[in-house]
Protein backbone atom coordinates (compact mmCIF):
# COMPACT_ATOMS: atom_id res chain seq x y z
CA UNK A 1 0.00 0.00 0.00
CA UNK A 2 1.08 3.52 -1.17
CA UNK A 3 2.31 4.99 2.37
CA UNK A 4 1.02 8.42 1.64
CA UNK A 5 -2.73 7.19 1.76
CA UNK A 6 -1.82 5.74 5.12
CA UNK A 7 -1.23 9.19 6.81
CA UNK A 8 -3.31 11.75 8.53
CA UNK A 9 -0.90 14.18 6.96
CA UNK A 10 -2.68 14.20 4.00
CA UNK A 11 -5.57 16.18 5.42
CA UNK A 12 -3.63 19.93 5.21
CA UNK A 13 -2.37 19.22 1.33
CA UNK A 14 -5.72 17.33 0.18
CA UNK A 15 -6.04 19.34 -2.97
CA UNK A 16 -10.10 18.18 -2.83
CA UNK A 17 -12.16 16.39 0.29
CA UNK A 18 -15.38 15.87 0.88
CA UNK A 19 -16.40 16.73 4.68
CA UNK A 20 -19.59 15.88 6.32
CA UNK A 21 -21.76 16.99 9.60
CA UNK A 22 -23.98 14.99 11.01
CA UNK A 23 -27.35 15.61 12.75
CA UNK A 24 -25.46 14.93 16.20
CA UNK A 25 -23.09 17.71 15.68
CA UNK A 26 -25.35 20.15 14.76
CA UNK A 27 -28.54 19.60 16.89
CA UNK A 28 -28.85 20.89 20.84
CA UNK A 29 -30.42 18.45 23.43
CA UNK A 30 -33.58 20.72 22.90
CA UNK A 31 -33.54 19.20 18.87
CA UNK A 32 -33.16 22.67 17.89
CA UNK A 33 -29.97 23.36 15.18
CA UNK A 34 -26.88 24.55 17.05
CA UNK A 35 -25.50 27.63 15.36
CA UNK A 36 -22.33 27.84 17.28
CA UNK A 37 -21.61 24.67 15.80
CA UNK A 38 -22.15 25.30 12.36
CA UNK A 39 -20.64 29.32 12.60
CA UNK A 40 -17.12 27.30 13.73
CA UNK A 41 -17.65 24.64 10.86
CA UNK A 42 -17.70 27.80 8.25
CA UNK A 43 -15.02 29.29 9.66
CA UNK A 44 -12.41 26.67 9.62
CA UNK A 45 -13.61 25.47 6.18
CA UNK A 46 -13.21 29.13 4.87
CA UNK A 47 -9.70 29.25 6.45
CA UNK A 48 -9.13 26.00 4.25
CA UNK A 49 -10.85 27.57 1.06
CA UNK A 50 -8.50 30.88 1.68
CA UNK A 51 -5.47 28.24 1.56
CA UNK A 52 -6.84 27.17 -1.51
CA UNK A 53 -8.24 23.24 -0.95
CA UNK A 54 -11.42 22.57 -2.96
CA UNK A 55 -14.34 20.89 -0.56
CA UNK A 56 -17.70 20.01 -0.75
CA UNK A 57 -19.98 19.99 2.43
CA UNK A 58 -22.31 17.48 3.05
CA UNK A 59 -24.34 18.96 6.01
CA UNK A 60 -27.59 17.38 7.99
CA UNK A 61 -29.46 19.42 10.22
CA UNK A 62 -32.63 20.52 7.73
CA UNK A 63 -34.89 18.93 10.52
CA UNK A 64 -33.45 20.36 13.80
CA UNK A 65 -33.18 23.98 11.85
CA UNK A 66 -37.10 23.14 11.38
CA UNK A 67 -37.82 21.76 14.65
CA UNK A 68 -36.51 24.79 15.98
CA UNK A 69 -38.53 27.45 13.20
CA UNK A 70 -41.71 25.42 13.91
CA UNK A 71 -41.19 25.60 17.35
CA UNK A 72 -42.34 21.51 18.16
CA UNK A 73 -41.34 20.39 21.27
CA UNK A 74 -39.53 17.59 19.94
CA UNK A 75 -37.70 15.89 16.71
CA UNK A 76 -40.18 13.97 14.68
CA UNK A 77 -39.84 10.50 14.08
CA UNK A 78 -42.50 9.81 11.00
CA UNK A 79 -42.08 10.44 7.54
CA UNK A 80 -44.12 13.42 6.93
CA UNK A 81 -43.03 14.97 10.26
CA UNK A 82 -39.47 14.84 9.24
CA UNK A 83 -40.02 16.20 5.25
CA UNK A 84 -42.46 18.93 7.00
CA UNK A 85 -39.60 19.97 9.30
CA UNK A 86 -36.64 19.81 6.68
CA UNK A 87 -38.81 21.54 4.43
CA UNK A 88 -38.99 24.54 6.90
CA UNK A 89 -35.53 23.73 8.49
CA UNK A 90 -33.26 23.35 4.65
CA UNK A 91 -33.94 27.26 3.49
CA UNK A 92 -32.74 28.73 7.11
CA UNK A 93 -29.92 26.15 7.01
CA UNK A 94 -28.78 27.44 3.62
CA UNK A 95 -28.80 31.18 4.50
CA UNK A 96 -27.02 30.46 8.01
CA UNK A 97 -23.84 28.90 5.87
CA UNK A 98 -24.43 31.56 3.39
CA UNK A 99 -24.01 34.42 5.56
CA UNK A 100 -21.36 32.88 7.86
CA UNK A 101 -19.05 32.01 4.03
CA UNK A 102 -20.17 35.49 2.65
CA UNK A 103 -18.51 37.32 5.50
CA UNK A 104 -15.54 35.54 4.37
CA UNK A 105 -16.27 35.95 0.13
CA UNK A 106 -17.05 32.62 -0.44
CA UNK A 107 -19.86 31.85 -2.49
CA UNK A 108 -22.38 28.82 -2.06
CA UNK A 109 -24.62 27.05 -3.50
CA UNK A 110 -27.29 24.13 -2.65
CA UNK A 111 -27.82 20.43 -3.61
CA UNK A 112 -30.32 18.60 -2.75
CA UNK A 113 -29.79 14.83 -4.46
CA UNK A 114 -32.60 11.75 -3.05
CA UNK A 115 -31.60 7.92 -3.34
CA UNK A 116 -32.89 7.72 -6.67
CA UNK A 117 -30.50 10.44 -8.36
CA UNK A 118 -27.66 8.72 -7.94
CA UNK A 119 -29.50 5.17 -8.54
CA UNK A 120 -30.04 6.44 -11.95
CA UNK A 121 -26.99 6.50 -13.96
CA UNK A 122 -28.02 9.48 -15.91
CA UNK A 123 -29.01 11.55 -12.46
CA UNK A 124 -25.86 10.28 -11.24
CA UNK A 125 -23.48 11.94 -14.33
CA UNK A 126 -25.52 14.74 -14.31
CA UNK A 127 -24.97 15.72 -10.81
CA UNK A 128 -20.96 14.93 -11.04
CA UNK A 129 -20.77 17.52 -14.15
CA UNK A 130 -22.91 20.00 -12.07
CA UNK A 131 -20.78 19.44 -9.09
CA UNK A 132 -17.44 20.01 -11.01
CA UNK A 133 -19.03 22.94 -12.45
CA UNK A 134 -19.18 24.82 -9.41
CA UNK A 135 -15.85 24.35 -8.42
CA UNK A 136 -14.99 25.83 -11.38
CA UNK A 137 -16.71 28.62 -10.47
CA UNK A 138 -15.24 28.99 -7.51
CA UNK A 139 -18.68 27.58 -5.72
CA UNK A 140 -18.47 25.51 -2.31
CA UNK A 141 -21.59 22.79 -2.53
CA UNK A 142 -23.34 22.10 0.21
CA UNK A 143 -25.71 18.92 0.01
CA UNK A 144 -28.15 17.23 1.79
CA UNK A 145 -30.52 14.80 0.83
CA UNK A 146 -33.73 16.33 -0.59
CA UNK A 147 -35.96 14.97 2.41
CA UNK A 148 -38.87 16.57 1.00
CA UNK A 149 -39.27 14.36 -1.93
CA UNK A 150 -37.66 11.11 -0.32
CA UNK A 151 -39.77 8.00 0.47
CA UNK A 152 -40.05 5.52 3.16
CA UNK A 153 -38.84 2.65 0.28
CA UNK A 154 -36.58 5.34 -1.40
CA UNK A 155 -34.39 6.83 0.74
CA UNK A 156 -30.31 7.11 1.97
CA UNK A 157 -31.92 8.36 5.64
CA UNK A 158 -28.10 8.86 6.80
CA UNK A 159 -25.91 11.30 5.12
CA UNK A 160 -22.85 8.88 5.47
CA UNK A 161 -23.26 7.04 2.09
CA UNK A 162 -24.27 9.79 0.45
CA UNK A 163 -21.27 11.32 1.12
CA UNK A 164 -18.84 8.23 0.27
CA UNK A 165 -20.77 8.89 -2.82
CA UNK A 166 -20.43 12.49 -3.18
CA UNK A 167 -16.35 12.09 -2.43
CA UNK A 168 -16.30 9.38 -5.36
CA UNK A 169 -18.12 11.96 -7.65
CA UNK A 170 -15.91 14.89 -7.02
CA UNK A 171 -12.73 12.31 -7.11
CA UNK A 172 -12.56 13.79 -3.60
CA UNK A 173 -8.28 12.91 -1.86
CA UNK A 174 -9.85 12.53 1.22
CA UNK A 175 -13.38 11.73 2.97
CA UNK A 176 -14.18 13.83 6.70
CA UNK A 177 -16.98 12.50 8.48
CA UNK A 178 -17.77 14.40 11.16
CA UNK A 179 -19.86 13.50 13.90
CA UNK A 180 -20.28 14.25 18.56
CA UNK A 181 -17.30 11.11 19.15
CA UNK A 182 -13.89 11.85 18.84
CA UNK A 183 -13.82 8.73 16.34
CA UNK A 184 -13.99 5.12 16.26
CA UNK A 185 -14.31 2.84 19.50
CA UNK A 186 -14.25 -1.41 19.70
CA UNK A 187 -17.85 -0.65 21.36
CA UNK A 188 -20.40 2.07 22.19
CA UNK A 189 -18.03 4.81 23.70
CA UNK A 190 -20.52 5.01 26.52
CA UNK A 191 -20.19 1.46 27.61
CA UNK A 192 -17.14 0.68 30.10
CA UNK A 193 -13.77 -0.97 28.23
CA UNK A 194 -14.44 -0.01 25.07
CA UNK A 195 -11.09 1.80 23.72
CA UNK A 196 -10.68 4.16 20.65
CA UNK A 197 -9.34 2.67 18.03
CA UNK A 198 -6.85 5.07 16.09
CA UNK A 199 -6.35 3.45 12.13
CA UNK A 200 -8.23 1.11 10.58
CA UNK A 201 -5.81 0.01 7.86
CA UNK A 202 -8.19 -3.00 6.54
CA UNK A 203 -12.07 -3.39 7.20
CA UNK A 204 -11.38 -7.11 8.60
CA UNK A 205 -9.95 -5.31 12.05
CA UNK A 206 -13.29 -4.52 12.72
CA UNK A 207 -14.92 -8.14 13.15
CA UNK A 208 -14.34 -8.15 16.83
CA UNK A 209 -15.33 -4.80 17.60
CA UNK A 210 -19.25 -3.49 18.41
CA UNK A 211 -20.08 -0.79 15.97
CA UNK A 212 -24.04 -0.67 16.21
CA UNK A 213 -26.69 1.16 14.22
CA UNK A 214 -27.44 2.75 17.02
CA UNK A 215 -27.16 6.60 17.01
CA UNK A 216 -26.77 9.54 19.05
CA UNK A 217 -30.38 11.12 20.26
CA UNK A 218 -30.85 13.22 16.87
CA UNK A 219 -29.00 11.17 14.44
CA UNK A 220 -29.19 8.23 12.09
CA UNK A 221 -27.65 5.10 11.43
CA UNK A 222 -25.01 5.48 14.41
CA UNK A 223 -21.49 4.80 13.85
CA UNK A 224 -22.53 1.50 11.34
CA UNK A 225 -23.03 3.72 8.69
CA UNK A 226 -19.56 5.63 9.22
CA UNK A 227 -18.06 2.22 8.75
CA UNK A 228 -20.44 1.19 5.44
CA UNK A 229 -19.11 4.85 3.80
CA UNK A 230 -15.76 4.35 4.94
CA UNK A 231 -15.83 0.94 3.70
CA UNK A 232 -17.25 2.01 0.30
CA UNK A 233 -14.30 5.51 0.13
CA UNK A 234 -11.27 3.05 0.80
CA UNK A 235 -12.14 0.59 -1.42
CA UNK A 236 -12.01 3.03 -3.85
CA UNK A 237 -9.06 4.37 -2.79
CA UNK A 238 -10.02 7.24 -0.49
CA UNK A 239 -8.86 7.40 2.74
CA UNK A 240 -11.41 8.22 5.48
CA UNK A 241 -11.01 9.77 8.63
CA UNK A 242 -14.08 9.90 11.56
CA UNK A 243 -13.43 12.25 14.20
CA UNK A 244 -16.06 15.12 16.29
CA UNK A 245 -17.13 18.60 14.35
CA UNK A 246 -14.55 20.28 17.30
CA UNK A 247 -11.67 18.16 15.75
CA UNK A 248 -12.28 19.32 11.90
CA UNK A 249 -9.29 22.20 12.70
CA UNK A 250 -7.23 20.54 14.14
CA UNK A 251 -7.43 17.63 11.43
CA UNK A 252 -7.41 20.12 8.55
CA UNK A 253 -4.01 21.26 10.50
CA UNK A 254 -2.61 17.86 10.41
CA UNK A 255 -3.10 16.78 13.98
CA UNK A 256 -3.26 12.96 14.55
CA UNK A 257 -6.92 13.13 15.43
CA UNK A 258 -9.58 10.62 15.30
CA UNK A 259 -10.31 7.09 13.41
CA UNK A 260 -7.87 6.76 9.94
CA UNK A 261 -9.15 4.26 7.84
CA UNK A 262 -6.60 3.79 4.90
CA UNK A 263 -7.60 3.23 1.22
CA UNK A 264 -7.56 -0.29 0.79
CA UNK A 265 -8.76 -0.34 -3.42
CA UNK A 266 -6.94 1.75 -6.13
CA UNK A 267 -8.76 4.92 -7.36
CA UNK A 268 -10.87 3.71 -10.02
CA UNK A 269 -14.02 5.25 -12.13
CA UNK A 270 -17.06 6.47 -10.59
CA UNK A 271 -19.00 3.98 -12.55
CA UNK A 272 -17.39 0.70 -10.46
CA UNK A 273 -18.22 2.87 -7.22
CA UNK A 274 -21.82 2.95 -8.73
CA UNK A 275 -22.62 -0.49 -9.44
CA UNK A 276 -20.92 -1.50 -6.35
CA UNK A 277 -22.82 1.14 -3.86
CA UNK A 278 -24.90 2.90 -5.54
CA UNK A 279 -26.91 1.39 -7.93
CA UNK A 280 -30.11 -0.22 -6.97
CA UNK A 281 -29.99 -4.26 -7.17
CA UNK A 282 -32.91 -5.76 -9.99
CA UNK A 283 -32.23 -9.41 -8.61
CA UNK A 284 -29.82 -11.82 -8.36
CA UNK A 285 -27.81 -14.78 -9.57
CA UNK A 286 -26.42 -17.34 -7.74
CA UNK A 287 -23.04 -18.94 -8.70
CA UNK A 288 -21.48 -22.35 -7.99
CA UNK A 289 -17.97 -22.48 -6.21
CA UNK A 290 -16.22 -22.54 -9.37
CA UNK A 291 -18.02 -19.50 -10.89
CA UNK A 292 -16.64 -17.58 -7.84
CA UNK A 293 -13.41 -19.10 -8.18
CA UNK A 294 -12.88 -17.98 -11.55
CA UNK A 295 -14.24 -13.89 -11.24
CA UNK A 296 -12.13 -13.61 -7.97
CA UNK A 297 -9.17 -15.04 -9.92
CA UNK A 298 -9.68 -11.58 -11.48
CA UNK A 299 -10.50 -10.64 -15.00
CA UNK A 300 -12.99 -13.17 -15.88
CA UNK A 301 -16.79 -12.58 -17.35
CA UNK A 302 -19.02 -14.60 -15.61
CA UNK A 303 -20.56 -17.04 -17.93
CA UNK A 304 -24.27 -18.66 -17.55
CA UNK A 305 -22.56 -22.02 -16.82
CA UNK A 306 -21.49 -21.10 -13.19
CA UNK A 307 -25.20 -19.76 -12.73
CA UNK A 308 -27.26 -22.01 -10.42
CA UNK A 309 -30.22 -19.27 -9.62
CA UNK A 310 -31.77 -16.39 -11.09
CA UNK A 311 -34.01 -14.30 -8.79
CA UNK A 312 -35.83 -11.40 -9.28
CA UNK A 313 -36.70 -9.68 -12.97
CA UNK A 314 -34.51 -7.63 -14.89
CA UNK A 315 -33.54 -6.29 -18.19
CA UNK A 316 -29.95 -6.14 -19.78
CA UNK A 317 -28.07 -3.52 -18.39
CA UNK A 318 -29.95 -3.53 -14.71
CA UNK A 319 -27.59 -3.67 -11.46
CA UNK A 320 -27.63 -6.93 -10.06
CA UNK A 321 -26.52 -8.71 -7.13
CA UNK A 322 -24.09 -11.86 -7.82
CA UNK A 323 -24.02 -14.04 -4.56
CA UNK A 324 -21.81 -17.16 -3.58
CA UNK A 325 -23.37 -20.44 -2.33
CA UNK A 326 -23.25 -19.55 0.88
CA UNK A 327 -25.57 -16.74 0.05
CA UNK A 328 -22.21 -14.06 0.45
CA UNK A 329 -22.44 -11.07 -1.82
CA UNK A 330 -19.86 -11.78 -4.15
CA UNK A 331 -20.01 -9.04 -6.70
CA UNK A 332 -22.39 -6.64 -8.60
CA UNK A 333 -22.42 -6.06 -12.00
CA UNK A 334 -24.63 -5.06 -14.77
CA UNK A 335 -26.90 -7.81 -16.25
CA UNK A 336 -25.86 -9.24 -19.56
CA UNK A 337 -29.44 -10.86 -20.46
CA UNK A 338 -32.71 -10.62 -19.24
CA UNK A 339 -33.80 -12.34 -15.90
CA UNK A 340 -35.92 -14.99 -17.96
CA UNK A 341 -33.25 -15.82 -20.98
CA UNK A 342 -30.86 -16.20 -18.26
CA UNK A 343 -33.04 -18.47 -16.33
CA UNK A 344 -33.43 -20.84 -19.14
CA UNK A 345 -29.74 -21.11 -19.50
CA UNK A 346 -28.68 -20.88 -16.19
CA UNK A 347 -25.95 -23.82 -15.73
CA UNK A 348 -25.47 -24.58 -19.65
CA UNK A 349 -22.37 -24.19 -21.62
CA UNK A 350 -21.67 -22.14 -24.65
CA UNK A 351 -24.55 -19.93 -24.33
CA UNK A 352 -22.49 -16.51 -25.86
CA UNK A 353 -22.70 -13.63 -24.42
CA UNK A 354 -21.86 -13.19 -20.81
CA UNK A 355 -23.95 -13.14 -18.09
CA UNK A 356 -22.08 -9.92 -17.06
CA UNK A 357 -19.43 -9.00 -18.37
CA UNK A 358 -15.94 -8.28 -16.54
CA UNK A 359 -15.87 -4.63 -17.14
CA UNK A 360 -19.78 -4.52 -15.70
CA UNK A 361 -18.57 -5.97 -12.38
CA UNK A 362 -16.72 -4.76 -9.28
CA UNK A 363 -15.77 -7.72 -7.09
CA UNK A 364 -16.73 -6.93 -3.26
CA UNK A 365 -14.64 -9.41 -1.50
CA UNK A 366 -10.94 -8.20 -1.57
N1 LIG B 1 -18.15 1.46 18.11
C1 LIG B 1 -18.60 2.73 18.16
N2 LIG B 1 -17.70 3.75 18.17
C2 LIG B 1 -18.11 5.05 18.20
N3 LIG B 1 -19.42 5.43 18.23
C3 LIG B 1 -20.36 4.46 18.21
C4 LIG B 1 -20.00 3.07 18.17
N4 LIG B 1 -21.14 2.33 18.16
C5 LIG B 1 -22.17 3.23 18.18
N5 LIG B 1 -21.73 4.50 18.23
C6 LIG B 1 -22.59 5.70 18.29
O1 LIG B 1 -22.64 6.38 17.03
C7 LIG B 1 -23.04 7.73 17.29
C8 LIG B 1 -22.80 8.63 16.09
O2 LIG B 1 -23.71 8.31 15.07
P1 LIG B 1 -24.96 9.26 14.71
O3 LIG B 1 -25.71 9.61 15.94
O4 LIG B 1 -25.70 8.64 13.59
O5 LIG B 1 -24.18 10.58 14.27
P2 LIG B 1 -24.28 11.63 13.10
O6 LIG B 1 -25.56 12.36 13.28
O7 LIG B 1 -23.07 12.46 13.37
O8 LIG B 1 -24.22 10.90 11.79
C9 LIG B 1 -22.23 8.10 18.50
O9 LIG B 1 -22.87 9.08 19.28
C10 LIG B 1 -22.10 6.77 19.27
O10 LIG B 1 -22.93 6.73 20.40
N1 LIG C 1 -31.28 14.99 5.90
C1 LIG C 1 -31.47 15.08 7.35
C2 LIG C 1 -30.35 14.41 8.08
C3 LIG C 1 -30.33 12.92 8.14
C4 LIG C 1 -29.42 12.47 9.29
O1 LIG C 1 -29.72 12.71 10.46
O2 LIG C 1 -28.24 11.96 8.92
P1 LIG C 1 -26.90 11.84 9.86
O3 LIG C 1 -26.39 13.23 10.05
O4 LIG C 1 -25.99 11.02 9.01
O5 LIG C 1 -27.22 11.19 11.16
C5 LIG C 1 -31.47 16.54 7.82
O6 LIG C 1 -30.90 17.40 7.13
O7 LIG C 1 -32.00 16.80 8.90
Given at each position: ????????A???S?PR?V???GS?S????DG???????????????DA????Q??????S??V???????G?AT??T???G?????MV???H??SAY????A??G???GQ???????????????N???????L?T???V????????????????G???R??A?I???I??D??IL???V?????G?P???G?????F????????????T?R????????M??KVT???????????T?????E???P????????T??A??????????L?I???????G???L????V??L???G?S??A???T????????????????PGG?????????????R??ES?G???????????D?M?????
Open positions: MNRALANRLVPAFVKISLTKVTLNWPALESLSETLSYDRGQFALISGAAAGVGHLIRPDMSLQAAAGQPLMGERFQRIGIVLLTADDVIRRTHYRARLALEKFMGIPIVNENDAVATTELRLDNDLAIAHLNAVLLTDDGLYSPTEPSRPIRVGNMSELENYSIGGSMFGTGGATAARMATAFGIPLVTSANLRALDGESVGWFATGQKSNARAWAHAAKSHQVRDAGAAAESGKLLVGIDVVGTFDPGDPIDIIGDLVARGLAGWDSELRAQSGAGRPAVHVDVLLRH
